[in-house]
């Protein structure tokens, strides 16, 4: 059964807006706080179970917090929950010095008799690493982002040393440890809440009925309609300003940039780029845009018989003009991708010879590889505009335009979500895209491209490449910088000549909400807490 059945069943006992499918009392929530609106609902209020969409990128700096977090300015890790760190020379121990008096929050659902303590941070983990876990199968088992980064193994235990300090022990050194457990997939879980589920033979509301120290607590839930936030008044960085925020996840009615400019949400998640110059013409609505750690890209099947074959691979990449998709899909919010990691990246190596459009090279390869009588392929196309696809369906229509020119005729099969876990053997293209948790090379390359990450199910392509994985941990253990940054450009060749997927654009994050709304913070990664937000009219 598909997760998002089994989070309909396990939330219905959480309490409903009255009316089912009524629309949101908006007059009544700008009191008190505001509507957010341009995401789609969750499969799952756990971010530890996914690697993308809303829990991941918005909910979760709500309701959750980390050890560490990410610095937007300088994509390093700093302190959170944990105060401090220290670690030992051979850089396989890590000793985390917890915050004192972190208060849980009291939900309709849970009650909290105690503060955050190492306890919570070893659960937290333990879930993930050991198989034999009461919790580890709740939910299903799988951890995507941490199974694609191979966290597993990389971690061998987590041990409490005392009520604030844990430890945590690597089977080597890995240079991104910090910045792994500073994501918004890293969050830390109450001990004393799932034992007490636990008791009660109910594990999966873990996963459905969320309990973290976060800014806000979830009061509400209706399946594709609305979720509501109310203020955690204990949260240790101080209150939230605002009491309440609403998510509309429905598809009822308008648009979402209807809603905005109705006001009947405040604020609009990654506008379509065809939709800035509205937005921008509005005295009352505020435009946020920074450049993101992301990128779009068409993930090439492998398995597939024809798609095996490098030349008809790179026949892919040089038939799809970038260019166009960016002035078509974009307006201005996008750059080319020369490469799988993003300009903002330290490591970004710009190769403009390999990734180009070349339509008479796409015919030669083509014509070389015996396909010049034509070839038929499918593509995956999830419709929900993201930061690194502002249109999907349009980015796909121009793609399958250039493929046409080149005697491929191209299926598009649509859907509102792709799941990249899910194997579907009728596939031969995704496009797809991936927004970084961290600013660390290997948050890009490792989750979308090792063997690893194939084993995980996040691995679309089906690709493995020894070598690539050689380079890629290699560049965890080295102690230099500029050593790391020599092994990641010898690790982009790779991928420029085997194009396991064909790198198309870099999105903006980009946010639009009303000009009484001020305090949000921005991040090159996700949305940041809501704590500071406030109305200022």
Not at 376 to 386: A, N, W
Request: contains cysteine.
């Amino acid at each position: 059964m598909k997760a998002f059945i089994q989070l309909t069943l396990s939330l219905f006992g959480i309490g409903l807006l009255t009316g089912c499918g009524e629309d949101i009392d908006h007059n009544k929530v700008r009191q008190s706080g505001f509507v957010y609106c341009g995401q789609g609902g969750p499969e799952t209020f756990n971010p530890q179970l996914t690697d993308s969409g809303i829990t991941h990128e918005t909910l979760s700096p709500q309701i959750f917090d980390a050890l560490l977090t990410i610095d937007p300015e300088s994509y390093e890790p700093i302190a959170n929950l944990a105060a401090s760190w220290e670690v030992n020379d051979s850089g396989t121990e890590y000793i985390f010095t917890l915050r004192e008096d972190v208060a849980f929050q009291t939900t309709p659902w849970f009650t909290p008799t105690r503060t955050l303590n190492a306890d919570d941070v070893v659960f937290s983990f333990r879930r993930i690493l050991e198989s034999l876990h009461p919790f580890h199968y709740v939910g299903g088992g799988i951890y995507p982002w941490f199974n694609a980064n191979g966290f597993q193994g990389l971690v061998i235990d987590v041990v409490a040393l005392s009520n604030n300090q844990v430890k945590f022990i690597l089977s080597r050194p890995d240079n991104s440890f910090l910045s792994s457990i500073a994501t918004s997939h890293a969050v830390i879980h109450s001990k004393e809440y799932a034992s007490q589920l636990e008791l009660a033979d109910d594990k999966s509301k873990l996963d459905s009925h969320p309990v973290g120290t976060g800014p806000f607590y979830m009061e509400e839930y209706h399946f594709n309609d609305v979720i509501r936030l109310k203020r955690h008044p204990n949260y240790w960085k101080g209150a939230a300003n605002m009491e309440q925020v609403v998510f509309d996840i429905s598809n009822r009615g308008t648009g979402t940039l209807a809603k905005l400019l109705r006001k009947e949400c405040d604020v609009l998640h990654a506008p379509l780029s065809s939709q800035l110059p509205v937005i921008e013409s509005r005295s009352d609505v505020s435009l946020t845009s920074i450049p993101a750690m992301n990128i779009s890209f068409v993930a090439v099947n492998t398995s597939h018989p024809a798609l095996n074959d490098l030349r008809v691979r790179k026949a892919l990449n040089y038939a799809i003009n970038r260019q166009n998709i960016l002035d078509s899909v974009y307006y201005g919010t996008g750059t080319q991708a020369y490469s799988v990691l993003p300009p903002s990246s330290w490591a970004y190596q710009k190769d403009s010879t390999q990734i180009r459009y070349d339509r008479n090279y796409a015919l030669a390869l083509l014509k070389e590889a015996g396909y010049s009588q034509g070839l038929e392929l499918t593509m995956s196309v999830s419709l929900e505009p993201r930061p690194y696809n502002p249109s999907p369906r349009k980015t796909a229509e121009l793609i399958q335009a250039n493929l046409a020119d080149v005697g491929i005729t191209l299926k598009l099969l649509t859907d509102d979500r792709y799941d990249r876990t899910e194997d579907d053997a009728r596939v031969d293209l995704y496009l797809t895209g991936w927004i970084a948790s961290t600013g660390d090379p290997d948050s890009f390359l490792r989750p979308l491209l090792s063997c690893d990450s194939k084993r995980a199910g996040l691995n679309v392509s089906s690709w493995c490449h020894p070598d690539f994985d050689f380079l890629l941990d290699l560049a965890l253990e080295v102690d230099k910088k500029r050593y790391r940054l020599n092994l990641y450009r010898q690790a982009q060749n790779i991928l420029n000549e085997q194009f396991p997927i064909i790198p198309l654009n870099h999105g903006m994050q980009i946010q639009a909400h009303h000009h009484s709304l001020i305090g949000f913070k921005v991040s090159p990664f996700n949305a940041q807490p809501f704590d500071k937000v406030e109305r200022i009219n």
